[in-house]
């Protein structure tokens, strides 16, 4: 660093002077300072780009329109439904009756369905078969599964003549408890098991017909709804599950003497 007599920097005393020199040759002259020309040239990029966006916008904004007039070279057919310009929809298609704006009115005034509206039945048509289709192939795998199987609930009787339990009785809770530890099965919450309160006589004479028409015979319990049962004697019965679908498996259940 090399200083002069009075102690400054040499150096940055002469970049102040070059800047005071630059700021009054500005002024004497009527010259812009550069940094206000740049803060101006910013400003107009800015409204510059403001202004583009805006066109874009305008150019990008379309509206969509019921055609019921054939539009020349094969642009359009009568009946059709596109998706145009706004100017042109405004300006042009619709002054001439050439097409009518794509409202839920004009499509029952020309006796057309609108092809978006039909597009989303469609789909939730398909969404609901794909759901019936997983619940039938649940129900029809957990029927299959079931079919030679019987769930083992043992209890105390009261003596050797006496085929009532002691103590606790059986009831849903029981069943959803057993499935799960004794067959491995884990139902969901919406999955209702219901019991059956009479005993059947036995299981090996209880073919598939005669275990259907013994599920249509329980009551329809409402959402929410616990099924009431209570198994108190020892015997054979037979139990509902309610799967999703409106589906249903019947399952059987032993209740022995321990």
């Known amino acids: 660093k090399i200083y002069d007599h009075r102690g400054y920097n040499t150096k940055t005393m002469a970049s102040r002077a070059s800047s005071a020199f630059l700021r009054r040759t500005i002024t004497n002259n009527n010259i812009i300072a550069p940094s206000t020309t ?21 150019c990008a904004h ?22 145009v310009r706004a100017g042109y929809a405004r300006n042009h298609l619709i002054p001439l009756k050439k097409a009518l704006y794509a409202t839920p009115q004009n ?9 978006n509206l039909v597009k989303d039945k469609t789909v939730v048509k398909v969404k609901r078969s794909d759901e019936e289709e997983e619940h039938n192939k649940a129900a029809d795998l957990l029927r299959y599964y079931l079919r030679n199987k019987v769930l083992k609930i043992w209890r105390n009787a009261d003596d050797m003549k006496s085929s009532r339990i002691h103590p606790g009785m059986v009831t849903h809770k029981s069943i959803r408890e057993k499935l799960s ?20 006589v036995s299981h090996v004479d209880l073919e598939e017909t005669g ?26 019965y037979v139990a509902k599950i309610g799967l999703g679908g409106g589906h249903s498996v019947g399952l059987k259940v032993a209740v022995s003497k321990r």
């Open 181 to 200: 530890k004794q067959l491995k099965i884990d139902l969901e919450d919406h999955e209702v098991v219901q019991l059956g309160s009479i005993p059947v």
């Open 107 to 115: 499509f029952e005034r020309v006796g057309i369905p609108d092809p």
């Open 38 to 58: 740049a803060h101006l040239f910013q400003t107009k990029l800015v409204i510059g780009s403001s202004s583009s966006s805006s066109q874009s916008c305008r």
């Open 62 to 83: 379309t509206v969509r329109v019921i055609l019921t007039k054939d539009l020349p070279s094969g642009r359009g057919y009568s009946g059709e439904v596109q998706e």
């Open 211 to 236: 275990m259907e028409n013994l599920l249509t015979s329980f009551p329809t319990l409402e959402d929410g709804e616990e099924c009431p049962v209570q198994i108190k004697q020892l015997g054979e």
